[in-house]
T-cell receptor
């Protein structure tokens, strides 16, 4: 199946821990993103990578570090987790140039709970 | 700065009704606009995408329109069904960047 796959689906961890979320897309897209959905269900972009290069970093704390080993993968590492990091994190991908109007494809989300 | 607003925040209708969800944006310089559906605890499913040069797109019972000059898009759902119950999200891709800017969504409940 062509898709955006992210793991794990659920992550429960204690404050101060370090955790990673992985994302992979097999759609041949050249751009990948991380979005955060807060408790009010509002979605906001965190990072964007185009062909492994960081192009958007939206005032996210330095504790969050994305890594893109190749254009099909974009992982998110979070250091020193805080209670306020609890949210659903979505990975997504698209084409930078999108003349056919295919748009974004989102993963199914990772629900992070910090206790 | 682009801002996206969706009205109403919540909507409850009886099955069979036709309904309209509204989305407005502040900057008309957009690349495209995409409507998504999100079921509780699930990811986002793309419904329709309208390019900046287009006026509308249709898929089954769904029709989305775009009026860039007035900064508005509508999602029309015909003959609503209980299975349409979900949160509907409007997202704008600005012209100079690949990111999406989302509205806060309209939560729809269709009662049998």
């Amino acid at each position: 199946d062509t898709a955006v796959s992210q793991t794990p689906k659920y992550l429960v961890t204690q404050m101060g821990n370090d955790k990673s979320i992985k994302c992979e897309q097999n759609l041949g897209h050249d751009t990948m993103y991380w979005y955060k959905q807060d408790s009010k269900k509002f979605l906001k972009i965190m990072f964007s990578y185009n062909n492994k290069e960081l192009i958007i970093n939206e005032t996210v704390p330095n504790r969050f570090s994305p890594k893109s080993p190749d254009k099909a993968h974009l992982n998110l590492h979070i250091n020193s987790l805080e209670l306020g990091d609890s949210a659903v994190y979505f990975c997504a991908s698209s084409r930078e140039a999108d003349p056919e109007g295919r748009g974004y494809t989102f993963g199914s989300g990772t629900r992070l709970t910090v206790v | 700065k682009q801002e996206v607003t969706q009205i109403p925040a919540a909507l409850s209708v009886p099955e069979g009704e036709n309904l309209v969800l509204n989305c407005s944006f502040t900057d008309s310089a957009i690349y495209n606009l995409q409507w998504f559906r999100q079921d509780p605890g699930k990811g986002l499913t793309s419904l329709l995408l309208i390019q900046s040069s287009q006026r509308e797109q249709t898929s089954g019972r769904l029709n989305a329109s775009l009026d860039k000059s007035s900064g508005r898009s509508t999602l029309y759902i015909a003959a609503s069904q209980p299975g349409d119950s979900a949160t509907y999200l409007c997202a704008v891709r600005p012209g100079n960047t690949g990111k999406l800017i989302f509205g806060q969504g309209t939560t729809l409940q269709v009662k049998p």
